[in-house]
């Protein structure tokens, strides 16, 4: 009997070192100075809902985090930190934003019992005190599903935490040793039962988790809509893909939310069609609909409308011609005539805080681009998505998006300010929408989607497995098999799931034309070559190379004949330059090359070889194809900006001299300086 007891215990202990060696060691920064906002993740940890999701976590307490500084450089690290001292974080693009939480109060788990009423009377959304869960760029793209499914332990752990109230506050005294000590700052207990708050939109694209109660109607809101029978809608009938309207039907990311709240509601959402957003907003201030279905607040609006929490936030961009720098604020452009939607809130919003601002309304964002691309307006300003999804369908090759700023518009339900039920209403409505359904409506609408399907449903029953695995094993003569077949299931898995990684990560970082770094990537790259050079590690130098009369073979081949010269010339770059080298499509017929530890006599014969490399190439339209290039060295004092705009004067000068021809900054600024003659061949030849 000795022998069986000792046997067990030792099959267990190895089957307790082998599952604790298949799981991933992640480091979870707690705020020592908010101990409360730990209850989650200390729970996920205490039920074992990291270890089902394949982490082993381990917690750190320092009484100051910043996240911008050493707690990210281990790529295996989360950080919770309030939501105003990340703010400033992200600006660092190394970091990024997976879940923001509602902030508890010690009381929710010290009197665990609160009212309905107080537990939803409430309907603000997060503020600079909520909680933030942020990880390193590096770790969220190499490792999105593990990513995912920290979060999804996460949220599992704060749903267990707010129903067991007592067995949480035990396990928070454990970790949090000075939480008698110390008293948090009260906030309202009406925030105590709302659901963890869904991720920025504009971070990382992960599912956040199902915590969300529903609608509460009292029974006065429930009289109110079996009475009022319909809800007269008014929408922006031009602003794909938020919504349009379609032969009278509403379309779009706002029509599926709407769905949703009739079927959670029970009562029909009635569009009234109008022309435009003008109109739209026209009607409402009439009554004729009673809300209006995606609009921000303002000052003017407030006039004649209450507003509901944001069903979504989305970034404002600025869309310019190819050739146009990028801009980061809004304050470098102050004296560019800017195109805004007509009666778009943000351009009441950009006119009141900046006085000198010279914008021009625009009737539909069509328009506007159309007026960027005669040169009637610098640029246009509009809404991320909409602004991408008109030019990958009208624009491409043609316009570019040259600016994110960091103001968010608010999209809300704009309810007419006469009916107090019916934001309360819709109020509760948009709180009970779930955080999957965010995810799912983006993916339905957003080109790039990212899905759940590839990962193996059994991966979730592993635990369950490996306990029915450990019977069989005392059993005796089932155990190889057992072992052998779900080790070569998981490693199949695991295999499966990291080449849909490569694959994710190559379509995020490879033009699709020509199979080169795009822009994104080569930005990525141009950020850590600047860093390296204001450390003092290395020098660096940039080539951009121009197809030579591209236009022309466009219009007289064809554009598919253009597609395939563009893929030729790829090829080459990539046979001609190796590492560290890096190459990519710049934008239309430009190409980029960066060279790291090389100066511009360097860059210049590598350019040389491959101007002389395309001359000797054969092209099916039997022509030949030639190259400029711009050479430039980056400089101390200097930037991004100031590069390239070097690079593209010494870029035009060789297209303006002949073409066919390497062109460097140095050469074109003495060449202004001493005045040379303008003809290349000529002052080569002298």
Request: hydrophobic share 40%.
């Amino acid at each position: 009997m000795k022998n069986w007891i000792l046997l067990l215990l030792l099959l267990s202990s190895q089957s307790s070192l082998a599952a604790s060696a298949s799981l991933e060691e992640v480091n979870l920064q707690l705020d020592e100075k908010h101990p409360f906002q730990s209850a989650g993740f200390i729970m996920a940890k205490e039920q074992g809902f990291y270890r089902e999701a394949g982490f082993l976590v381990h917690f750190n307490l320092p009484s100051h985090a910043n996240v911008s500084q050493p707690a990210l450089d281990n790529p295996t690290h989360f950080v919770l930190r309030p939501l105003g001292i990340d703010a400033e974080a992200l600006k660092d693009s190394s970091i990024v934003l997976l879940a923001n939480y509602f902030t508890y109060p010690p009381q929710t788990f010290i009197s665990p019992i609160l009212s309905k009423e107080a537990a939803t009377s409430s309907h603000e959304r997060p503020t600079d005190a909520d909680m933030v869960l942020s990880t390193s760029l590096g770790y969220a793209l190499q490792n999105p599903a593990n990513t995912l499914n920290f979060i999804k332990a996460s949220n599992k752990g704060w749903a267990y935490a707010l129903s067991h109230r007592p067995k949480t506050l035990t396990a928070l005294l454990k970790v949090h040793s000075s939480i008698i000590d110390k008293a948090e700052p009260t906030i309202p207990a009406s925030h105590a039962e709302k659901d963890i708050h869904k991720p920025s939109v504009e971070v990382i694209e992960a599912e956040v988790g199902e915590l969300s109660y529903g609608p509460l109607l009292t029974l006065k809101e429930q009289a109110y809509l079996l009475k009022k029978g319909n809800i007269t809608l008014c929408v922006d009938p031009h602003w794909m893909p938020y919504e349009s309207i379609d032969n009278g039907r509403h379309i779009g990311i706002g029509s599926e939310y709407y769905a949703f709240f009739e079927n959670k509601l029970g009562i029909p959402f009635t569009l009234v069609p109008t022309q435009s957003w003008r109109e739209s907003l026209a009607k409402g201030q009439t009554r004729a609909c009673d809300i209006l279905s995606l609009a921000s607040s303002s000052k003017e609006r407030m006039k004649h409308w209450n507003f509901t929490p944001p069903v979504i936030s989305v970034p404002l961009v600025l869309t310019t011609q190819m050739d146009k720098p990028f801009v980061n604020s809004i304050e470098q452009i102050l004296d560019k005539k800017l195109g805004v939607g007509s009666g778009y809130s943000y351009g009441e919003h950009l006119r009141s805080h900046y006085k000198n601002i010279h914008l021009v309304d625009t009737n539909t964002l069509k328009s506007g681009f159309d007026q960027v691309i005669s040169g009637a307006l610098y640029g246009q300003l509009g809404a991320l998505a909409a602004s991408a999804y008109l030019l990958q369908d009208n624009y491409t090759g043609q316009l570019k998006i040259s600016g994110k700023f960091v103001d968010k518009l608010a999209l809300n339900i704009a309810v007419r300010n006469d009916d107090q039920v019916l934001l309360s209403i819709l109020s509760k409505a948009v709180l009970s929408i779930p955080a999957s359904m965010h995810l799912q409506i983006r993916n339905n609408w957003v080109t790039v989607n990212i899905t759940e399907e590839s990962e193996p449903a059994y991966l979730w029953y592993l635990w369950p497995t490996l306990a029915l695995l450990l019977l069989l094993l005392i059993a005796g003569s089932i155990r190889l098999y057992i072992q052998k077949k779900y080790v070569f299931k998981l490693e199949a898995a695991n295999s499966k799931i990291q080449t849909q990684n490569r694959i994710l990560q190559n379509l995020s970082t490879t033009d699709a034309l020509t199979q080169v770094y795009n822009r994104l990537k080569l930005d990525l790259i141009l950020a850590d070559n600047l860093a390296l050079f204001e450390a003092g590690q290395q020098t660096f130098s940039i080539i951009l190379l121009d197809v030579d009369h591209f236009k022309q073979v466009n219009d007289h081949f064809g554009h598919i004949v253009g597609d395939k010269i563009l893929v030729k010339i790829s090829q080459i770059l990539q046979q001609t330059l190796h590492k560290p080298h890096s190459i990519g499509r710049w934008g239309g017929e430009e190409f980029l090359v960066i060279c790291p530890h090389t100066s511009e006599s360097e860059a210049q014969n590598i350019a040389d070889n491959i101007l002389c490399t395309l001359r000797a190439a054969k092209f099916e339209h039997q022509q030949p194809v030639t190259l400029s290039a711009g050479v430039v060295q980056m400089q101390p004092n200097s930037c991004l900006e100031t590069l390239f705009k070097q690079a593209d004067e010494a870029l035009y000068y060789a297209k303006s001299t002949g073409r066919d021809r390497v062109v460097s900054y140095r050469l074109y600024t003495k060449l202004k300086t001493e005045q040379l003659p303008q003809n290349m061949d000529d002052l080569l030849a002298g």
